[in-house]
């Protein structure tokens, strides 16, 4: 409803039909995207593909749904240290030199031609000082790694959300960010505030931190500002948003991010 009624403040089409089922649509996009990594540099976008499928990179911005994926400027690629890997004394045995060939050979594909890398096994146990070492060396290269992949999923969750509203499509957690967009916008608010909605939820454990934003800005004086999550100004007038749950009845409190107490 909101979406038909002031969908056009973003420059929706109209109608929109809802996708229960976007596997067709996501293949026909996945197999026309050819700019993976388009946000990213040359260099970056090199480095980051080496080590990284792109199956995995394409599914990390699928996966992403409603959630916001929020980006920062990508620091550079660091160019890791291993000459403690590769000097250890501490009681060397057969793992440790296996764990250090296995290394020096990626490294030399690392700084070779290689197109794709996989990531080179420790072969000591998880708790020895050599396994901890070896993970601090490797570090500072993933968490990189992770902050390019983040870039990228970002930029495929908005081409991908895109090419489903060019073609009239709309997931529904295209329709829960979308109506989260709609009251983040100064004049799409204050008019759906004006419909003076008043909003019952039940089970409200299951909702999840966007619906309950929704929900909740959707009932707020027409003149509001900001989120009230975080200013705590202007709440909704009294009667006009009410919620009832138990935490102990939450179907998806396994879920990382999907709902919170």
């Not at 993976?36 to 499928?53: F, H, K, M, N, Q």
């Not at 790694?145 to 081409?159: K, R, W």
């Not at 008043?198 to 959707?218: G, K, N, Y």
């Amino acid at each position: 409803k909101l979406l038909t009624d002031f969908g056009y403040y973003l420059g929706l089409p109209a109608p929109l039909e809802l996708a229960n089922d976007d596997e067709d649509l996501w293949r026909e996009f996945a197999q026309g995207y050819t700019s993976i990594g388009s946000s990213l540099g040359e260099a970056d976008r090199e480095r980051l593909l080496r080590l990284v499928p792109v199956r995995d990179l394409m599914e990390l911005g699928r996966r992403a749904k409603s959630e916001v994926l929020r980006v920062s400027d990508l620091s550079p690629c660091p160019k890791p240290d291993f000459s403690e890997i590769h000097g250890w004394v501490d009681r060397p045995n057969d793992n440790i030199r296996r764990s250090q060939e296995e290394l020096r050979q990626w490294e030399e594909r690392f700084n070779g031609t290689w197109e794709f890398l996989q990531w080179p096994l420790c072969f000591t146990s998880p708790n020895s000082n050599f396994t901890k070492a070896w993970r601090e060396k490797f570090s500072p290269l993933r968490k990189w790694i992770s902050n390019a992949a983040l870039c990228v999923a970002a930029e495929i969750q908005q081409a991908y959300r895109e090419f489903r509203l060019a073609r009239g499509f709309v997931t529904y957690a295209d329709q829960i960010a979308l109506a989260k967009e709609l009251l983040e916008h100064p004049v799409a608010a204050a008019r759906i505030r004006e419909e003076g909605f008043r909003v019952i939820l039940d089970e409200a454990q299951d909702t999840e931190p966007a619906q309950f934003s929704v929900l909740l800005e959707a009932t707020r004086p027409a003149h509001a500002t900001g989120s009230w999550m975080e200013t705590h100004r202007d709440p909704p007038p009294p009667g006009h948003f009410c919620m009832v749950g138990d935490f102990q009845q939450s179907i998806y409190r396994d879920e990382i991010g999907r709902a919170h107490v």
